[in-house]
């Protein structure tokens, strides 16, 4: 017994680059070092498995169809760790129909599509159509054989089960009609089929039991019923069922497994001395072959079978006839046979493939490097507020020192002499660069500020230019234009841009308060910049503190600001001690990701932040309180100083001077350490930008990609449209000339003509006419105008101005010619430009035109042999000639 088995075809994809979009977001997202490139090898690892599993031609073979599982399997790994959307890592991915062959004027039916899922979802199919493939070629005459085939065959059901019922539920378009629902889940019911089929073929290989093998062939026609049954009800199936041979094998195996279950059960049924049975289940085998001999015989040999079921038959009813006389029952009040199932879809796992390994098995998910991204942002805002609150307090202790004059009005003994601390402070500003410095600084700010204007000027506009194509391809194509609309991809880039602009608004507000700081004490930075000398100059002389040298007033002031300044001291090892800590909340978020299947990112956050920085916020809390304390006393201690102190004119402006002087020093430190953290700031956000502008760029190109590959789809499906709702009509003359219709009553373009050819003398025998062909009307060429009259053995031409007349008969070889054509290959309605060619085979006529038989005349120079020019009009003739093309 001969069978045939059902195969799918597989899928066929464009080449996509992988290694590059990877690698450029490994880049983007990684710190250089070994982890950055092995990452980036391992995405050009993936770019050549892809190319082995989907650009080559794959053999049916074990090996083919595990390079397809283990690119299935790379994929589900690397889904998580990649952030794969339309406006993020965009790759396009273009599948052709499997089914769909495409046509002359148009190619096959294809998918572009922004979306990893649809790769998988292809993958997939592919893997179920190669493993149905494997399986028809296994050798089903031996054990090994029939294995692998149930195997692969279960496993084919299984791969098209999932893709209905998981894969497609991911998928938010329709996709091409061979991955459809309806589609694939008639696939895994032929494949489910099959591997039921095979199972009989074992068993019955194996001589088990007929009641058991009639049970196993039931099931399997119970199968391929159910595939006929969705092939004939589903209307969204592909054509590839009809009309390649799927439908009517499903309908002969369906038959053929009913016929193969009837007669093993007969078997049982004699055995069981039913014999009436045994003949009844015989006869309706036999008439299920009988079936399937006269309908499906060119798709399955059931020769053997019947041959079989004639065999026991025969016997049966001889057996029957002479000996145990049962009564034969109608077929309809046997009891049925009964079903085993041993088969089932080969659920889909990962991994699919033994041999898998992780490229990227280094890489955490995205969802653990989103929670490490916003625990870092916890972990920086921690660290900003407490070093913001010490050089806060440090600001708040200078500007209290300066406002009291200390210490400088304790050190100013003689009245005449700079005091040392204010010396210290002018050394400082000299040493920092002065105003030099801060003037190189403030004019650096504007050009940095541009410059990231411009990069995000240019990737908005690239976002804008995209989005109006767009917009403009959508009015045109209308609800053909099947793809997401750019102003609701590009919202989350337009977001991010808004508050990039946002920053550099804020941040330009910020240049300008600095600058207005540095034009208030420019002048006063400016005098400690001087030298010695100048600066001594510049202040009063004056010593209102002379006679308190030596008091426990000054001695207690002395030793309170040097409390304080070791507490600033401590305040910068503190500040380093908090920018040190490290601490790494990979494997935390890991573990809860596998236990919940989710990350609750802030709880996990809080607790281990408050585990790491608890002890050094409660050493800055400490250091803080401490500096309250300090700065108090020495408020009190300077209020009972000022009260001892001389007090006079010189006195007064010497110590407003030393004041300044100090509070100079204080800004100068602030602005320069501002305009430094600005410049650092803008050449930060710089690269920030230039980030956004690629993504910007990388998502613009993706979707020109995406779009070229829509607009030629949408050509091809143009091409593959009917040019005009309606065939035009046949010319009435037609109709006339075939059926003997009259004269209609609207114009009609004229009949074509032809030479008519004077009759031959007859032939004394006709059945030697030359080359037998006279006994059947000959079609003459298409309607032209007659040529000259050249000599006189050439016919007149005839035309006729009545359409509907019956058509004149020329005796040509001693046979009735018609003279006018019956129904051009090309349309003939009225504006169509005719043409004339070459005559029909025809039997030699001495009196007919044709190219070869014309006579000689005069042709014009330039002019191609054997064609006239354009003849003038023919009297009686009601329409304009027709258009005359050189042949």
């Given at each position: 017994?001969?069978t045939?088995?059902?195969?799918?075809?597989?899928?066929?994809?464009?080449?996509?680059?992988?290694?590059?979009?990877?690698?450029?977001?490994?880049?983007?997202?990684?710190?250089?070092?070994?982890?950055?490139?092995?990452?980036?090898?391992?995405?050009?690892?993936?770019?050549?498995?892809?190319?082995?599993?989907?650009c080559r031609?794959?053999?049916?073979?074990d090996?083919?169809?595990?390079?397809?599982?283990?690119y299935?399997?790379?994929?589900?790994?690397?889904?998580?760790?990649f952030?794969?959307?339309?406006?993020?890592?965009?790759?396009?991915?273009?599948?052709?129909?499997?089914?769909?062959?495409?046509?002359?004027?148009g190619?096959?039916?294809?998918?572009?599509f922004?979306?990893?899922g649809?790769?998988?979802?292809?993958?997939?199919?592919?893997i179920?159509?190669?493993?149905?493939?494997?399986?028809?070629?296994?050798?089903?005459?031996?054990?090994?054989?029939?294995?692998?085939?149930?195997?692969y065959?279960?496993?084919?059901?299984?791969?098209?089960?999932?893709?209905?019922?998981?894969?497609?539920?991911?998928?938010?378009?329709?996709?091409?009609?061979?991955?459809?629902?309806?589609?694939?889940?008639?696939?895994?019911?032929?494949?489910?089929?099959?591997?039921?089929?095979v199972?009989?073929?074992?068993?019955?290989?194996?001589?088990?039991?007929?009641?058991?093998?009639?049970?196993?062939?039931?099931?399997?026609?119970?199968?391929?019923?159910?595939?006929?049954?969705?092939?004939?009800?589903?209307?969204?199936?592909?054509?590839?069922?009809?009309?390649?041979?799927?439908?009517?094998?499903l309908?002969?195996?369906?038959?053929?497994?009913?016929?193969?279950?009837?007669?093993h059960?007969?078997?049982?049924?004699?055995?069981?001395k039913?014999?009436?049975?045994?003949?009844?289940?015989?006869?309706?085998?036999?008439d299920?072959?009988?079936?399937?001999g006269?309908?499906?015989?060119?798709?399955i040999?059931?020769?053997?079978?019947?041959?079989?079921?004639?065999?026991?038959?025969?016997?049966?009813?001889?057996?029957?006839?002479?000996?145990?006389?049962?009564?034969?029952?109608?077929?309809?009040?046997?009891?049925?046979?009964?079903?085993?199932?041993?088969?089932?879809?080969?659920?889909?796992?990962?991994?699919m493939?033994?041999?898998?390994?992780?490229?990227?098995?280094k890489?955490?998910?995205?969802?653990?490097?989103?929670?490490?991204?916003?625990?870092?942002?916890?972990?920086?805002?921690?660290?900003?507020?407490?070093?913001?609150?010490?050089?806060?307090?440090?600001?708040?202790?200078?500007?209290v020192?300066?406002?009291?004059?200390?210490?400088?009005?304790?050190?100013?003994?003689?009245?005449?002499d700079?005091?040392?601390?204010?010396?210290?402070?002018?050394?400082?500003?000299?040493?920092?660069?002065g105003?030099?410095?801060?003037?190189?600084?403030?004019?650096?700010?504007?050009?940095?500020?541009?410059?990231?204007?411009?990069?995000?000027?240019?990737?908005?506009?690239?976002?804008?230019?995209?989005?109006v194509?767009?917009?403009?391809?959508?009015?045109?194509?209308?609800?053909?234009?099947?793809?997401?609309?750019?102003?609701?991809?590009?919202?989350?880039?337009?977001?991010?841009?808004?508050?990039?602009?946002?920053?550099?608004?804020?941040?330009?507000?910020?240049?300008?308060?600095?600058?207005?700081?540095?034009?208030?004490?420019?002048?006063?930075?400016?005098?400690?910049?001087?030298?010695?000398?100048?600066?001594?100059?510049?202040?009063?002389?004056?010593?209102?503190?002379?006679?308190?040298?030596?008091s426990?007033?000054?001695?207690?002031?002395?030793?309170?600001?040097?409390?304080?300044?070791?507490?600033?001291?401590?305040r910068?090892?503190?500040?380093?001690?908090?920018k040190?800590?490290?601490?790494?909340?990979?494997?935390?978020?890991l573990?809860?990701?596998?236990?919940?299947?989710?990350?609750n990112?802030?709880?996990?956050?809080v607790?281990?932040?408050?585990?790491?920085?608890?002890?050094?916020?409660?050493?800055?809390?400490?250091?803080?309180?401490?500096?309250?304390?300090?700065?108090?006393?020495?408020?009190?201690?300077?209020?009972?100083?000022?009260?001892?102190?001389?007090?006079?004119?010189d006195?007064?402006?010497?110590e407003?001077?030393?004041k300044?002087?100090?509070?100079?020093?204080d800004?100068?430190?602030e602005?320069?350490?501002?305009?430094?953290?600005?410049?650092?700031?803008?050449?930060?956000?710089?690269?920030h930008?230039?980030?956004?502008?690629?993504k910007?760029?990388?998502?613009?190109?993706?979707?020109?990609t995406?779009?070229?590959?829509?607009?030629?789809?949408?050509?091809?499906?143009?091409?593959?449209?009917?040019?005009?709702p309606?065939?035009?009509?046949?010319p009435?003359?037609?109709?006339a000339?075939?059926?003997?219709?009259?004269?209609?009553?609207?114009?009609?373009?004229?009949?074509r003509?032809?030479?008519?050819?004077?009759?031959?003398?007859?032939?004394?025998?006709?059945?030697?006419?030359?080359?037998?062909?006279?006994?059947q009307?000959?079609?003459?060429?298409?309607?032209?105008?007659?040529?000259?009259?050249?000599g006189?053995?050439?016919?007149?031409?005839?035309?006729?101005?009545t359409?509907?007349?019956?058509a004149?008969?020329?005796?040509?070889?001693?046979?009735?010619v018609?003279t006018?054509?019956?129904?051009?290959?090309?349309?003939?309605?009225?504006?169509f430009?005719?043409?004339?060619?070459?005559?029909?085979?025809?039997?030699?006529?001495?009196?007919?035109?044709g190219?070869?038989?014309?006579?000689?005349?005069?042709?014009?120079?330039?002019q191609?042999?054997?064609?006239?020019?354009q003849?003038?009009?023919?009297?009686?003739?009601?329409?304009?000639?027709?258009?005359f093309?050189?042949?």
């Open positions: 017994m001969a045939t088995f059902v195969s799918v075809p597989l899928k066929k994809a464009s080449e996509v680059d992988l290694a590059k979009p990877l690698s450029k977001f490994i880049q983007n997202t990684y710190p250089s070092g070994e982890s950055q490139a092995e990452y980036i090898k391992a995405a050009e690892e993936l770019n050549s498995l892809r190319k082995s599993a989907v031609a794959l053999d049916k073979h090996s083919s169809l595990e390079i397809l599982l283990r299935y399997d790379q994929l589900c790994v690397i889904e998580p760790k952030p794969f959307s339309e406006n993020q890592l965009c790759l396009t991915f273009t599948w052709k129909d499997a089914f769909d062959k495409g046509s002359l004027f190619g096959s039916v294809k998918l572009s922004a979306s990893l649809f790769e998988k979802t292809c993958i997939l199919f592919n179920g159509a190669l493993a149905s493939q494997i399986a028809s070629e296994q050798n089903l005459e031996n054990d090994e054989g029939l294995k692998a085939a149930a195997k065959y279960q496993l084919a059901s299984g791969v098209f089960q999932h893709i209905k019922d998981s894969a497609l539920s991911a998928m938010n378009r329709e996709l091409t009609m061979d991955t459809s629902p309806d589609t694939v889940g008639t696939l895994s019911l032929i494949m489910l089929a099959q591997a039921q089929e199972f009989f073929l074992k068993a019955a290989a194996d001589k088990m039991k007929d009641a058991i093998i009639a049970k196993l062939a039931n099931q399997a026609a119970d199968y391929y019923g159910d595939a006929f049954k969705q092939c004939q009800f589903k209307e969204n199936l592909p054509k590839y069922f009809y009309f390649q041979e799927v439908l009517p094998v309908a002969a195996k369906h038959c053929m497994m009913q016929a193969n279950a009837e007669y059960q007969s078997v049982l049924a004699k055995q069981q039913k014999f009436g049975e045994e003949i009844s289940r015989l006869q309706h085998a036999s299920l072959v009988k079936t399937i006269s309908r499906y015989d060119e798709y040999n059931v020769k053997d079978l019947s041959d079989k079921i004639a065999r026991a038959l025969t016997a049966a009813k001889k057996d029957n006839d002479f000996i145990y006389h049962d009564r034969v029952p109608d077929v309809k009040d046997l009891d049925p046979v009964g079903k085993a199932t041993l088969v089932k879809p080969t659920p889909v796992s990962v991994p493939s033994q041999k898998f390994t992780d490229l990227f098995v890489m955490v998910p995205l969802a653990v490097q989103q929670s490490l991204s916003m625990c870092n942002q916890r972990r920086a805002d921690l660290v900003n507020k407490l070093i913001a609150q010490m050089r806060e307090s440090t600001n708040l202790a200078n500007g020192l300066a406002s009291l004059n200390l210490p400088a009005a304790i050190e100013d003994v003689s009245g005449d700079i005091p040392q601390s204010i010396l210290d402070k002018s050394k400082a500003v000299i040493q920092q660069g105003l030099q410095t801060m003037d190189q600084l403030i004019r650096d700010l504007p050009g940095l500020l541009q410059r990231n204007k411009e990069i995000l000027d240019e990737a908005m506009r690239i976002l804008d230019q995209e989005e194509t767009d917009n403009e391809l959508k009015a045109k194509f209308k609800e053909r234009w099947q793809r997401t609309p750019s102003n609701e991809l590009y919202k989350p880039l337009r977001t991010e841009g808004a508050n990039l602009r946002a920053t550099l608004d804020r941040a330009a507000q910020a240049d300008k308060v600095v600058k207005e700081r540095y034009a208030t004490n420019s002048e006063i930075i400016a005098l400690l910049c001087k030298p010695e000398a100048e600066l001594n100059a510049a202040i009063p002389s004056g010593n209102p503190t002379k006679s308190l040298q030596g426990e007033v000054i001695m207690l002031l002395k030793t309170l600001l040097a409390s304080l300044n070791e507490v600033k001291k401590e910068e090892t503190l500040e380093n001690d908090v040190s800590v490290q601490f790494d909340m990979t494997s935390k978020f573990t809860a990701l596998a236990q919940d299947g989710a990350i990112e802030e709880a996990i956050s607790t281990e932040l408050g585990q790491n920085y608890g002890s050094n916020t409660q050493r800055v809390q400490k250091n803080l309180k401490k500096q309250e304390e300090l700065l108090a006393s020495i408020q009190t201690a300077h209020e009972e100083f000022s009260k001892s102190k001389q007090s006079n004119t006195a007064n402006q010497r407003e001077m030393l300044k002087l100090a509070a100079g020093h800004q100068f430190v602005l320069v350490g501002n305009l430094k953290e600005g410049t650092q700031f803008y050449n930060g956000i710089t690269e930008l230039l980030k956004f502008q690629t910007c760029t990388d998502i613009v190109f993706a979707r020109k995406e779009r070229d590959e829509l607009l030629k789809d949408l050509q091809q499906s143009i091409a593959r449209e009917p040019s005009a309606n065939i035009p009509a046949a009435a003359y037609q109709i000339a075939s059926v003997g219709g009259t004269t209609p009553a609207v114009p009609t373009p004229a009949p003509t032809v030479f008519p050819s004077k009759p031959e003398p007859p032939e004394p025998d006709a059945s030697s006419s030359t080359g037998g062909c006279e006994n009307p000959k079609p003459q060429p298409p309607a032209r105008p007659p040529p000259p009259s050249v006189s053995n050439v016919a007149t031409p005839t035309t006729t101005n359409p509907a007349a019956p004149p008969v020329a005796s040509v070889g001693g046979t009735g018609l006018q054509a019956q129904g051009p290959p090309y349309p003939t309605y009225q504006g430009p005719g043409y004339y060619p070459l005559p029909m085979p025809m039997g030699y006529n001495q009196y007919a035109y190219q070869y038989s014309m006579p000689y005349m005069y042709q014009p120079p330039g191609p042999p054997f064609q006239n020019p003849p003038p009009q023919q009297p009686g003739y009601p329409y304009p000639p027709q258009q093309y050189q042949q």
